[in-house]
């Protein structure tokens, strides 16, 4: 196979995999569904290899679960699962901010206030879905004004393994409720170059959401 044929093999491979990511992380699967080699394959209009690839780097981001004369299963999240993404979360993007006090620049800045303000319009408005995008680009700024190719990477990918997780639509709100004034706080400490007090209200945030979201799984448990 010469270098050209190679190329767009691995293209190939990455756009498969995507694809099927993509119809994880919206829910086209359920939490525990068998996903069939065969129907993926003809769904993307493919042969079984690149789905093959596909699913064994989605079992290795986390995605699925494939299981020996079973055959591949979307995985299903417990607590300890769901605490850990955001244990990991809290830590990284606790550093982040940190980081992105000393290094974030007018641009980021500037960004950062006017996601703030769309965000409490929307909170107003009660447009929870534009809400959360505000909120998901708020968070990415001051990843990226973090200046660390490395720990973006790290971050994305927990990202991802959140939002696999469903989240009632009750806990969003109560998540919303309690996080705009935390915002506040992680930009003015990000604004003044206050890299622990940035560093603490984004680490206070996550574990806020946290608390929310065991509280409502367990609650849900006993019901």
């Known amino acids: 196979m010469n270098l050209l044929n190679s190329n767009t093999l691995q293209s190939k491979n990455r756009e498969i995999y995507q694809q099927i990511k ?23 209009n ?8 596909a699913l064994k780097q989605l079992e290795y981001d986390g995605f699925v679960n494939i299981i020996p004369q079973v055959g591949c299963i979307v995985k299903t999240f417990i607590q300890e699962d769901i605490e850990e993404i955001f244990l990991l979360r809290i830590s990284l993007e606790g550093l982040a901010a940190s980081l992105a006090a000393t290094k974030a620049n007018e641009i980021d800045l500037l960004n950062l206030e006017k996601l703030i303000q769309q965000m409490e319009h929307f909170d107003a408005n009660k447009n929870y879905s534009q809400y959360s995008l505000a909120n998901r680009e708020f968070h990415r700024v001051i990843i990226e004004a973090a200046r660390s190719p490395r720990l973006l990477s790290q971050i ?11 989240i009632h639509e009750h806990l969003i709100h109560q998540i919303i409720d309690n996080s705009i004034e935390k915002h506040k706080i992680i930009y003015q400490a990000i604004q003044n170059n206050i890299p622990q007090i940035a560093k603490t209200a984004m680490e206070e945030h996550l574990k806020e959401c946290l608390q929310l979201i065991s509280e409502f799984n367990r609650v849900a448990g006993d019901g």
């Open 22 to 44: 993509n119809g994880l992380l919206n829910k086209e699967w359920k939490h525990g569904e068998k996903l069939s080699t065969y129907e993926l394959a003809k769904q993307y």
């Open 46 to 53: 493919v042969s079984k290899t690149p789905v093959q690839d």
């Open 156 to 166: 994305l990918w927990l990202w991802d393994q959140a939002d696999f997780i469903n």
